[in-house]
């Protein structure tokens, strides 16, 4: 079963507006990471956050984690057409490997 | 760095014939993963290395799939007999053994089974 859970699933906005994804999991986790995958290509690694972190900031995305509501949601402020792609959340699961979310499709609109 | 290189990007194939998918990791990563994706199923962990050891197969469908790592630089996923259901985007992906860093992923291996 997958760990991480994205919501919404598609997400569409205008250039300029900020894009808000989030992500629930299911059991205790030691760190959150999120990754982006344009069309056709691998995945990106954007950001990590530690279970002993709340909130991360990189450029224009912003990481927050609730590890009581084991959730964490991604921000991206004064989105671009650039960022149009798929957002995914990933959990350390057993061992080291991660357990990736179905993903956000986000798409910004010029 | 090149980053972790896969090939071929795009494999057309029919029922029951062998596919070969190749990975070459970051040179120094010692942990080595491979996922499959899908519309359907997502992002799903096959099996990962730790220098060149099978630690976790658990995700492999079936006996028709089988992975290898002869050494720190080379992995190979097959698939014999290949069937229309294992279509899908094969990622391998790689990242410094004991790290709970990023996953540095390939371009993915498109397979197609007719």
């Known amino acids: 079963s997958q760990q991480g859970e994205e919501d919404p699933q598609a997400l569409s906005i205008q250039e300029g507006e900020n894009a808000t994804m989030n992500c629930s999991y299911k059991t205790s986790i030691n760190n959150l990471q999120w990754y982006r995958q344009n069309s056709g290509r691998g995945l990106v690694h954007l950001i990590l956050?530690?279970?002993?972190?709340r909130e991360k900031h990189s450029g224009r995305l912003r990481v927050t984690l609730d590890t009581s509501k084991k959730s964490s949601s991604l921000l991206i402020t004064a989105s671009r057409a650039a960022d149009t792609a798929s957002y995914f959340c990933?959990?350390?699961?057993?061992?080291?490997?991660?357990?990736f979310g179905p993903g956000t499709r986000l798409s910004v609109l010029p | 760095d090149a980053g972790v290189i896969q090939s071929p990007r795009h494999e057309v194939t029919e029922m029951g014939q062998e596919v070969t998918l190749r990975c070459k990791p970051i040179?120094?990563?010692?942990?080595l993963f491979w996922y499959r994706q899908t519309m359907m199923r997502g992002l799903e962990l096959l099996i990962y290395f730790n220098n060149n050891v099978p630690i976790d197969d658990s995700g492999m469908p079936e006996d028709r799939f089988s992975a290898k790592m002869p050494n720190a630089s080379f992995s190979t996923l097959k698939i014999q007999p290949s069937e229309p259901r294992d279509s899908a985007v094969y990622f391998c992906?790689?990242?410094?053994?004991?790290?709970?860093?990023?996953?540095?992923f390939g371009e993915g291996s498109r397979l197609t089974v007719l």
């Open positions: 992906a790689s990242r410094q053994t004991g790290s709970t860093g990023e996953l540095f």
């Open positions: 990933a959990t350390d699961g057993s061992g080291q490997n991660f357990v």
């Open positions: 040179s120094g990563h010692n942990s």
């Open positions: 956050i530690r279970s002993n972190e």
